[in-house]
């Protein structure tokens, strides 16, 4: 069984930065696809960004492209996404994912991915 666990989420002021980390456990040798989406009360849950398991290749949401990054520890199934600039709309519950292969052929759907973490709260005052 898979278990993600997200860490770094807080209370910032705009303008500020954050980093995300996110450790997956329980796929021994398997090396997964990972990302972050993050949903507020207001909102259904919504892409951020995700990782190819080499971590050749990154994409994101044109909400936070240049922004954002994430990145991954070589190997492993660690991902962070390093958030610069944040904004108060980037208030949210954001949540780690990850999946040995993808069900639809894109990076930004939820059906994507097959574990989930419990999340990780960012909040964003002005």
């Known amino acids: 069984q898979v278990h993600l666990v997200e860490s770094g989420g807080g209370l910032v002021q705009a303008g500020d930065s954050l980093r995300l980390s996110c450790a997956a456990s329980?796929?021994?040798?398997?090396?997964?696809?990972m990302a972050w989406f993050r949903q507020d009360l207001t909102k259904a849950r919504e892409f951020v960004a995700a990782?190819?398991?080499?971590?050749?290749?990154?994409y994101y949401a044109d909400s936070v492209k240049g922004r954002f990054t994430i990145s991954r520890e070589n190997g492993k199934n660690i991902v962070y996404l390093r958030m610069n600039n944040l904004k108060p709309e980037d208030t949210a519950d954001y949540y780690c994912?990850?999946?040995?292969?993808?069900?639809?052929?894109?990076?930004?759907?939820?059906?994507?991915?097959?574990?989930w973490g419990q999340g990780t709260q960012v909040t964003v005052y002005s």
């Open positions: 329980g796929r021994a040798g398997v090396t997964m696809r």
């Open positions: 990782i190819t398991w080499s971590g050749d290749n990154m």
């Open positions: 994912a990850a999946s040995e292969f993808g069900h639809s052929g894109t990076w930004s759907s939820t059906i994507d991915y097959d574990y």
